[in-house]
């Protein structure tokens, strides 16, 4: 099957590279007012952002961002048939070259930018040509009918995408090395009352890597194509390749050709127009010797361009009727400020009491419901309801002696509410006290990924004078073991492998044999065995488990119980009502400024 085919036939996801908002969203546009129930566009390598806002239809949708294009292959795998290179001219060869080493089975690319440098371009031929259907650079894409909207072929706007009638197949190819003229064309189709088989815009640059012999080539190959509208212009030798096609039955389809500027002939030298070819070497590259070459192999190669508008009713096929497409709910859409997602279902009914009777409540269904909320999906194992649940219940509280525990009382006892009592307790929330979880993961996923030893890790640390969180205790040490920690321990004998658990408990061999103190303490081995239980029961990688990391998923797990701690300190103080705090004089050292002697004058 050529390209035509295996397009129609479904191959039509597409990975952006670069970001335009425009463009992108005409392609969603196209997709939706073809039918589709999914967008084509899998997702944009741009910047640092997680997700960019598009429509699809009236719904709005969040596309997938990636950091780079091996990050994109990782998650989309095979999926991806094209890419969007949007990027600007000097950027498009690398990240070309890129995407076709981590997609190696898709089917080509369409590359937007001007002025891609001649070496790169020519590079891309030799490497690409032959083996990916590569439209550009400088052009605007590759269209085919109610299948695929590769760029800004067509247009970018609803309007435009009904009126050029884009989403009806038919049987007239357009093409041309301008991507304007490629796009006036399509129009001019449409309004002719005839309809696209596909239509591409090569580009404009000297080198474009699909050559305008390979797209008549492919029309002359495809069996929905009866007939081709091209344009043409001054300079260059394209139209003498169509030409000797012709004259070897290479091509063989009716043919309707408008090769524009006579209006060279008017000046006393050769002027460049446009495009880098645009520009008469020799006579025979003259827009009216094209003209008359053409003819002469029986193209219909009118003299103006009312007479070729007039023409395009000589090619096959009748005429079609103007589809019935309401574009109305796609006009004014406005993006939403903030995105968010239904945490829990408010409307959904519950039942708690029947027959005047408590109804058992499923077994760990806060928990269900939290790591749900949380993860944004239903966790499937119970060893990770059960590991959740056994820390939620540990760290509800660790005494009133801790600094969060500390600034809830003092803030009830100034008389102030229970949420501004639980915000100053959950303000001390950091890498000192409770938040270290989140930072632990971070580095025992950065110890797992690198491979490093234990050893080999804290003398980095150290020689960076950097802390390790997740390993010390001011109560705990050798010989006196966290009786949390070893509880927890026991989760990771329900693994088949723990390899976040045991880098975390060899960096502790590392640091204890310089201070006993130095144990891996609970915040350590929460992030240790929650990395472990997510990748093994969960089934999630590395990279998602970066991106929890990134998010500070773990700390979670100190803040959702110690919040319910706060709250019962909170309630505590205001029962015994014990009135404002102060620390005593004697328990302040107060330094007194020494006096600062007279110069002498």
Same mark, same amino acid.
């Given at each position: 099957m050529n390209i035509l085919e295996l397009t129609r036939k479904g191959r039509t996801k597409v990975l952006v590279i670069g970001n335009h908002s425009g463009i992108i969203q005409s392609m969603l546009d196209f997709d939706f007012l073809s039918g589709k129930d999914i967008p084509s566009v899998l997702g944009i390598v741009a910047g640092n952002r997680k997700a960019e806002k598009y429509f699809f239809g009236t719904k709005e949708i969040l596309l997938p961002c990636y950091k780079n294009i091996q990050i994109a292959s990782? =998650?989309? *795998? #095979?999926? =991806?048939?094209?890419?969007?290179?949007?990027q600007s001219g000097r950027r498009t060869f690398e990240s070309t070259v890129s995407f076709f080493d981590f997609f190696p089975k898709s089917l080509g690319a369409h590359i937007f930018a001007e002025n891609v440098p001649e070496s790169h371009a020519t590079e891309l031929i030799s490497r690409f040509g032959k083996k990916y259907f590569i439209v550009g650079p400088s052009g605007v894409g590759l269209l085919v009918p109610n299948a695929l909207k590769l760029g800004a072929i067509g247009g970018v706007d609803a309007v435009q995408i009904k009126s050029g009638a884009l989403t009806s197949a038919g049987n007239i190819a357009v093409g041309s090395t301008s991507g304007g003229m490629t796009n006036e064309l399509i129009h001019a189709v449409a309004r002719a009352g005839k309809r696209l088989s596909f239509a591409i815009a090569i580009g404009g640059d000297r080198f474009p890597v699909v050559s305008l012999t390979q797209i008549f080539a492919l029309a002359e190959a495809d069996s929905q194509t009866e007939g081709f509208v091209y344009f043409g212009e001054l300079g260059g030798v394209d139209e003498y390749e169509i030409i000797e096609l012709i004259k070897a039955k290479k091509f063989t389809k009716p043919l309707v050709a408008y090769i524009a500027g006579i209006i060279d002939e008017a000046f006393d030298e050769h002027v460049q127009f446009g495009h880098a070819k645009a520009l008469v070497q020799t006579m025979d590259e003259s827009a009216r010797a094209k003209r008359e070459a053409l003819r002469s192999v029986g193209v219909i190669a009118p003299d103006t361009f009312p007479q070729f508008l007039d023409a395009l009713q000589k090619l096959p096929g009748g005429a079609y009727t103007a589809e019935e497409m309401d574009i109305q709910p796609l006009q004014g859409r406005q993006k939403s400020i903030l995105s968010t997602r239904k945490v829990l279902d408010i409307d959904e009914g519950r039942v708690f009491v029947k027959g005047k009777k408590l109804l058992k409540g499923k077994e760990n269904a806060f928990v269900d419901a939290t790591l749900g909320a949380l993860l944004g999906k239903p966790v499937r194992s119970p060893v990770t309801r059960a590991f959740t649940e056994a820390v939620f219940e540990m760290l509800i509280?660790?005494?009133?002696?801790? #600094? *969060?525990? =500390?600034? !809830?009382?003092? !803030?009830?006892?100034?008389?102030?509410?229970?949420?501004s009592s639980l915000a100053s307790g959950l303000l001390t929330v950091g890498p000192r006290f409770g938040g270290a979880i989140n930072e632990a993961a971070r580095l025992w996923i950065l110890g797992v990924v690198s491979q490093k030893t234990g050893l080999g890790f804290v003398a980095e640390k150290a020689k960076a004078g950097e802390l390790i969180l997740g390993i010390g205790h001011k109560k705990y040490r050798v010989g006196l073991a966290d009786p949390r920690v070893k509880a927890l321990a026991e989760f990771a004998t329900l693994l088949k492998k723990h390899p976040h658990y045991d880098f975390a408990r060899s960096v502790e061999k590392a640091t204890t044999s310089k201070n006993g103190k130095l144990i891996l303490n609970i915040d350590g081995a929460i992030a240790a065995l929650l990395l472990d239980i997510l990748s093994e029961c969960e089934g999630m990688s590395e990279r998602e488990l970066q991106e929890l990391a990134d998010a500070e998923f773990f700390n979670a797990f100190f803040v959702i119980p110690r919040s319910v701690g706060f709250i019962a300190h909170f309630m505590e103080q205001k029962k015994n009502d014990e009135g404002l705090f102060r620390l005593p004089d004697e328990l302040l050292f107060v330094r007194e400024e020494t006096p600062k002697k007279n110069k002498k004058k």
């Amino acid at each position: 099957m050529n390209i035509l085919e295996l397009t129609r036939k479904g191959r039509t996801k597409v990975l952006v590279i670069g970001n335009h908002s425009g463009i992108i969203q005409s392609m969603l546009d196209f997709d939706f007012l073809s039918g589709k129930d999914i967008p084509s566009v899998l997702g944009i390598v741009a910047g640092n952002r997680k997700a960019e806002k598009y429509f699809f239809g009236t719904k709005e949708i969040l596309l997938p961002c990636y950091k780079n294009i091996q990050i994109a292959s990782e =998650v989309l *795998g #095979s999926k =991806v048939d094209w890419m969007l290179n949007l990027q600007s001219g000097r950027r498009t060869f690398e990240s070309t070259v890129s995407f076709f080493d981590f997609f190696p089975k898709s089917l080509g690319a369409h590359i937007f930018a001007e002025n891609v440098p001649e070496s790169h371009a020519t590079e891309l031929i030799s490497r690409f040509g032959k083996k990916y259907f590569i439209v550009g650079p400088s052009g605007v894409g590759l269209l085919v009918p109610n299948a695929l909207k590769l760029g800004a072929i067509g247009g970018v706007d609803a309007v435009q995408i009904k009126s050029g009638a884009l989403t009806s197949a038919g049987n007239i190819a357009v093409g041309s090395t301008s991507g304007g003229m490629t796009n006036e064309l399509i129009h001019a189709v449409a309004r002719a009352g005839k309809r696209l088989s596909f239509a591409i815009a090569i580009g404009g640059d000297r080198f474009p890597v699909v050559s305008l012999t390979q797209i008549f080539a492919l029309a002359e190959a495809d069996s929905q194509t009866e007939g081709f509208v091209y344009f043409g212009e001054l300079g260059g030798v394209d139209e003498y390749e169509i030409i000797e096609l012709i004259k070897a039955k290479k091509f063989t389809k009716p043919l309707v050709a408008y090769i524009a500027g006579i209006i060279d002939e008017a000046f006393d030298e050769h002027v460049q127009f446009g495009h880098a070819k645009a520009l008469v070497q020799t006579m025979d590259e003259s827009a009216r010797a094209k003209r008359e070459a053409l003819r002469s192999v029986g193209v219909i190669a009118p003299d103006t361009f009312p007479q070729f508008l007039d023409a395009l009713q000589k090619l096959p096929g009748g005429a079609y009727t103007a589809e019935e497409m309401d574009i109305q709910p796609l006009q004014g859409r406005q993006k939403s400020i903030l995105s968010t997602r239904k945490v829990l279902d408010i409307d959904e009914g519950r039942v708690f009491v029947k027959g005047k009777k408590l109804l058992k409540g499923k077994e760990n269904a806060f928990v269900d419901a939290t790591l749900g909320a949380l993860l944004g999906k239903p966790v499937r194992s119970p060893v990770t309801r059960a590991f959740t649940e056994a820390v939620f219940e540990m760290l509800i509280d660790h005494g009133g002696n801790v #600094s *969060g525990a =500390v600034n !809830t009382m003092i !803030t009830a006892r100034a008389g102030k509410d229970l949420v501004s009592s639980l915000a100053s307790g959950l303000l001390t929330v950091g890498p000192r006290f409770g938040g270290a979880i989140n930072e632990a993961a971070r580095l025992w996923i950065l110890g797992v990924v690198s491979q490093k030893t234990g050893l080999g890790f804290v003398a980095e640390k150290a020689k960076a004078g950097e802390l390790i969180l997740g390993i010390g205790h001011k109560k705990y040490r050798v010989g006196l073991a966290d009786p949390r920690v070893k509880a927890l321990a026991e989760f990771a004998t329900l693994l088949k492998k723990h390899p976040h658990y045991d880098f975390a408990r060899s960096v502790e061999k590392a640091t204890t044999s310089k201070n006993g103190k130095l144990i891996l303490n609970i915040d350590g081995a929460i992030a240790a065995l929650l990395l472990d239980i997510l990748s093994e029961c969960e089934g999630m990688s590395e990279r998602e488990l970066q991106e929890l990391a990134d998010a500070e998923f773990f700390n979670a797990f100190f803040v959702i119980p110690r919040s319910v701690g706060f709250i019962a300190h909170f309630m505590e103080q205001k029962k015994n009502d014990e009135g404002l705090f102060r620390l005593p004089d004697e328990l302040l050292f107060v330094r007194e400024e020494t006096p600062k002697k007279n110069k002498k004058k």
